[in-house]
């Protein structure tokens, strides 16, 4: 089946260092490849998206990267703040509209 | 608008009980699942609905029961409660529609605790 590998589990930065984080898909046919953050007690929320057509996508200190070939995909954050501290999770979704996930990195940011 | 909306927030259960965790978008979306999250093991896909009349198993379907009788409701049944079963559910909605984001908009959760 589906799976979804992501590494490092942990992760600690000092401010204003960059933070990345990787993950490898096995089903070739996944076509979408979004990140959520959880910030402690909350829900996960969306913070970028990449689809398969498309190599690299940047939104200010986010950007993520997708290597088809490889199958895989990373998420960058540059210039890492405090507020950036929480568990990032990767996803991706297959043709069978299954989104399925990665087991989650803690990125702490130290000041 | 209120999004995803999942109850209870809070649940105790003996072994062997049962109960429905409900679920309820009014954002139109076609798509909705379910999630269990668990320490160290992130947000494993239990059934999803790409439509109303439509589900499907997830990664970890054993021991849990859904349907998806409207577009708006999702609830996901455990028939028999096991200790195993003891984690933090999460239900979450998109679209499915040509050229729609696929974002997954999650409810606040429910914290189900098994004795």
Redesign the interface.
């Given at each position: 089946g589906e799976n979804v590998e992501q590494h490092p589990s942990t992760l600690s930065v000092q401010e204003g260092d960059s933070a990345v984080i990787k993950c490898t898909y096995s089903d070739s046919a996944s076509n979408y490849f979004p990140w959520y953050k959880q910030e402690l007690g909350k829900r996960p929320q969306l913070i970028i998206d990449i689809r398969s057509n498309v190599g690299e996508k940047k939104d200010q200190r986010i950007a993520v990267t997708l290597n088809k070939t490889a199958k895989h995909f990373s998420l960058h954050i540059t210039e890492t703040q405090p507020e950036d501290s929480a568990v990032y999770f990767c996803a991706a979704r297959s043709n069978t509209d299954k989104l399925i996930f990665g087991t989650g990195t803690r990125l702490q940011v130290f000041p | 608008n209120a999004g995803v909306t999942q109850t209870p927030k809070f649940q105790v259960l003996k072994t062997g009980q049962s109960m429905t965790l409900q679920c309820a978008q009014d954002m139109n979306h076609e798509?909705m699942?379910w999630?269990r999250q668990d320490p160290?093991?992130?947000?494993?896909?239990i059934h999803?609905s790409?439509g109303a009349g439509i589900t499907?198993q997830?990664?970890v379907p054993n021991g849990y029961n859904v349907s998806r009788s409207t577009t708006e409701d999702f609830p996901l049944r455990l028939l028999s409660a096991a200790p195993s079963q003891t984690s933090v559910y999460?239900c979450a909605s998109s679209y499915?529609r040509q050229g729609a984001?696929?974002?997954?908009f999650?409810?606040?959760?429910s914290r189900l605790t098994v004795l």
């Open positions: - | 798509y699942s999630y160290g093991m992130g947000l494993r896909l999803y790409v499907d997830g990664e999460f499915r984001t696929g974002e997954l999650f409810g606040e959760g």
